[in-house]
């Protein structure tokens, strides 16, 4: 058997036992049938939490095509406008899965998942009165702990992250929320939180905590990932992200960021590693902007100019607290302030504010002489 380093073919969940037989069943049931409404939108939903949960787009690439005979349809099921939705979003088509959810609230308004949903896409686009309506609706629909969870989120994304930690360390112990998916949900934005309140080596526990439980969590690994490196802790980081056979763009970007810090002799390989997947992307003249791209041309240095006009573009699509530090970053970088004025206007609309974000924000200001 070869090594583990030397398998190329990519190690499917499908070739397993355990949880990979829900995915088989519903693979055999959809290609069996493909035109049958039901088990395409089963099987969407098994491959999409798949590629959720492991940070993995193909897999959001297999749900599309389940849904592919039925997604330009102006009128479906509840789950079918629910499933287009979430894969819409996944590809960055945020305007569409919205309209989708609103589609499925229309049919199954006690439908919860919708509405979270609904409500992480209009935060998201930074669409906060929306967020705040949908965040009411669902506290009053579905209990208190529903709507504290929004609540909590809410508070971290406006400014008031010393609120939400509390919060958070509460919902984490609630009996009714220790599914793996939930839990990978609140102990994500737990951490975030912590971030944005300036407490980042309690963030890297929580999700170090988490991990041991839940090792396959790719976002909690790669926000670890991230934050360790971001507070030099760069062999700790590239620990967390080499700590999976396989590692998405994004941890390998991760790995390649700490490497390189560290000087360890293993930055030349991740580096022919990132570069070949970049330029494969590129050949396949993907249109989807992802923040792996970003952060390999930014803060690798790889490409200055591209990572600043893959910033602009990735703004407008969506504004989140890392999108902004990329932006700033990279508009600093090419000597383009003005590219990152946007950021600042977001700042003070949302009152969004962490301390690595805030310093970059007063750099900005002095360069753009405020």
């Not at 055999?28 to 099987?43: I, K």
């Not at 499933?83 to 006690?110: W, Y």
Request: net charge neutral; aromatic share 8%.
């Amino acid at each position: 058997m070869p090594e583990p380093d030397r398998v190329v073919v990519p190690v499917s969940v499908q070739a397993t036992g355990g949880s990979g037989s829900a995915l088989r069943e519903a693979e055999r049931a959809w290609r069996a049938d493909p035109q049958r409404q039901d088990t395409a939108f089963r099987y969407a939903r098994e491959v999409f939490v798949l590629g959720l949960r492991e940070g993995d787009l193909r897999w959001y690439g297999a749900a599309r095509a389940a849904l592919l005979p039925w997604w330009n349809a102006q009128k479906l099921p509840a789950e079918g406008h629910f499933m287009r939705a979430l894969v819409r979003q996944g590809f960055h088509d945020f305007e569409g899965g919205i309209a989708d959810l609103t589609a499925t609230i229309a049919q199954e308004p006690q439908r919860a998942e919708a509405w979270s949903w609904r409500f992480s896409l209009y935060l998201l686009t930074s669409r906060l009165d929306e967020a705040r309506t949908d965040c009411t609706e669902l506290g009053q629909r579905f209990g208190a702990v529903e709507g504290q969870a929004c609540q909590a989120t809410l508070q971290y994304r406006t400014g008031q992250a010393a609120a939400a930690v509390p919060t958070f360390e509460r919902l984490v112990q609630q009996a009714d929320l220790q599914g793996p998916l939930a839990q990978d949900w609140l102990r994500y934005h737990q951490g975030m939180a912590l971030v944005a309140a300036g407490r980042p080596r309690e963030a890297a526990q929580v999700w170090q905590q988490h991990l041991q439980r839940h090792p396959g969590s790719h976002l909690v690994r790669l926000s670890l990932a991230e934050t360790l490196n971001a507070t030099g802790q760069h062999a700790q980081a590239l620990q967390a992200s080499l700590a999976t056979v396989q590692p998405t763009d994004a941890l390998l970007v991760q790995a390649l960021l700490a490497a390189s810090a560290l000087r360890d002799p293993r930055a030349a390989d991740l580096q022919t590693q990132v570069s070949q997947r970049m330029d494969a992307q590129a050949q396949r003249n993907e249109a989807l902007i992802e923040r792996p791209q970003m952060m390999y041309y930014i803060r690798h240095k790889a490409d200055l100019p591209r990572g600043l006009q893959l910033a602009r573009d990735s703004w407008a699509e969506q504004q989140e607290p890392a999108d902004a530090a990329l932006l700033i970053e990279a508009a600093l970088a090419t000597n383009r302030p003005e590219d990152a004025r946007a950021v600042l206007t977001w700042m003070q609309r949302t009152g969004y504010t962490d301390p690595t974000l805030a310093a970059l924000a007063r750099t900005l200001q002095t360069r753009l002489g405020r």
